[in-house]
């Protein structure tokens, strides 16, 4: 890993912070996500019943993995990159299903490179990487990014500070990819038009996700320019209240494993935080955006 990822001075989440998160551990994670471990909004089209079922959950977690890989325009014999790959759920689908010749995978867990790499996936390279020291040898036929975005940049950046970070992120991507080469991104955001300020989000840069912030659409449009056009876009939000009930139910029904795994204090505040989300997306100040960004024919620099 680069020294660099864990300087303060660099937008968003340091390795550090990360691991705070992540490396609490999968057999906790494995509690409560489905049994892939894809930590990231599923999507629900057309799967009815109680969303907390392992059966249904994993059927909506695929869902949403091939729904990005189609985005990315990913087919058989392609070059896939995963920027924030998790435990490799996607990499996973896109080796066994799609047949991908060559996948590589950006994380910043050691616990989920562990993981990721024990799948002995062929033709798959995971790394513990920042995307802001990749650098491929050619280019990938298409990108994903699934639930990472949120991490790079911070809350105490301005817009504009955070615009020029999320900037850089698409030029890196747009050099990574052929012309008219597709990235298929998803993320967590603000709301237009509300302000998500008080004790909620302050919990959350503090005690769940540290150096971590939502963007807002507005910021992606405008930071996007002039790599990629936006030529499909899903707000999903119902499909994340669906995911957080799921996952906060499952983690109530695994409260005793869990309380041993990492404590009661842990516990408390992953339920806690769970809830809150639930709450947080059922009043529509965050929402959930999976968006399909085409690379355009000018130059990245
Ligand atoms: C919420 S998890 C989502 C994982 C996976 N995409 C999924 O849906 O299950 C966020 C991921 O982003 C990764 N990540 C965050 N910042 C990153 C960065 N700067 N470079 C590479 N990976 C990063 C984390 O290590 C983690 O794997």
Known sequence: MSGQTDQHSRAGATAADIQAHY???????????????????ALWDGITG????????????HAKLRYHLSQAGITANDRLLDIGCGWGSLLRTAAEETGVRHAVGLTLSTDQHAHACSLGLPGVDIR??????????TTYDGIVSIGAFEHFTHVDMSRDERITAYHAFF???AAWLPPLGRLSLQ??????GHDLDGPVPAFFAREIFPGSALPRLSD?????????????????????????????????????????????????RYRTYLRASEIVFTRRASTLYRITLRRLRCRPR
């Open 220 to 268: 992606i449009t405008t930071a996007c320019e002039p790599y990629f056009a936006i030529t499909a876009l899903r707000e999903d939000s119902a499909d994340y209240v669906r995911t957080l009930r799921a996952w906060s139910t499952r983690l109530l029904q695994a409260r005793d494993k869990a309380e041993s795994l990492v404590g009661p204090d842990t516990y408390r």
């Open 171 to 173: 030029a890196r991507c």
């Open 23 to 41: 490396d609490v551990g999968k057999e906790f994670y494995g509690l409560w996500l489905d049994p892939d471990l894809t930590y990231s909004c």
């Open 187 to 192: 993320t967590i955001a603000l709301t237009d």
């Open 128 to 137: 513990i990487q920042d995307w802001r020291d990749h650098e491929p040898d």
């Open 50 to 61: 109680d969303p907390a079922r392992t059966d249904l959950l994993l059927k909506a977690q």
